[in-house]
């Protein structure tokens, strides 16, 4: 498999793009906000884009999907709760990209339709789940949808490697384990209130903590 971390402008985005070796073909994850940098990196492999796939649908990782839809023509993926998409999928559902299969994993909470994508062992995690970090949430309820999120990732495999939608973490990936280990979120998951505190007192947590 091919597989590779783009930096892609923006707030610290990462595109990433993920191809068959035997078929050629690739899906690219979040091209944006600058997507001629995940097109020159499917150029440098040679392979075709049948699938561009937002993790969630807020601009800054939709922004590159009309460049791709004018030089590849692929079909656009995002969950079936998003307001637009070509192939619309839901938590469980699999998608082949040639001998590859992607799974799908419903995770809101940042948004209400949220995804994350495992290819093999590696899982892009959009603004889900970042390296010692979790995604913003505006409210209790959407604090709890993310705290039950994070609950089914952390059952998947502890050499899953963890790569997410912006290099805002304390490294640009990470894996299971070291989240369950290191992640203050991800130690806080069997107490809501407790997972709660942390994202409302986040700011004086960083500054005690000595975390940039």
């Given at each position: ?16 793009v ?23 990196k ?8 049948i ?8 601009f ?8 791709f ?14 307001p ?9 559902q699999?998608l ?7 799974y ?16 093999e ?33 952390m ?8 790569w ?13 384990e ?5 992640n ?10 407790d997972?709660l ?15 940039l």
């Amino acid at each position: 498999m091919i597989f590779q971390q783009v930096p892609s402008g923006g707030d610290r985005n990462f595109g990433y793009v993920v191809g068959c070796e035997r078929t050629n073909l690739a899906a690219v994850i979040d091209p944006s906000p600058e997507p001629q940098l995940c097109y020159d990196k499917v150029r440098e492999f040679g392979l075709e884009v049948i699938y561009v796939i937002n993790t969630h649908t807020h601009f800054d990782h939709t922004g590159g999907n009309d460049f791709f839809a004018r030089t590849t023509h692929p079909s656009i993926v995002t969950h079936k709760s998003a307001p637009f998409g070509d192939i619309r999928v839901e938590d469980g559902q699999t998608l082949s990209l040639g001998e590859i299969t992607l799974y799908f994993i419903h995770t809101p909470g940042h948004s209400i339709d949220s995804i994350c994508i495992l290819a093999e062992k590696e899982l892009m995690t959009g603004d889900t789940l970042f390296v010692g970090k979790v995604g913003g949430t505006s409210t209790r309820e959407s604090a709890k949808k993310e705290f039950d999120s994070l609950k089914k990732l952390m059952i998947l495999d502890q050499d899953v490697r963890v790569w997410p939608g912006h290099d805002v973490g304390v490294n640009p990936s990470s894996n299971i384990e070291k989240e369950k280990k290191t992640n203050p979120f991800i130690l806080r998951l069997n107490n809501f209130e407790d997972f709660l505190h942390l994202k409302d007192n986040w700011l004086d947590y960083k500054e005690e903590h000595g975390i940039l």
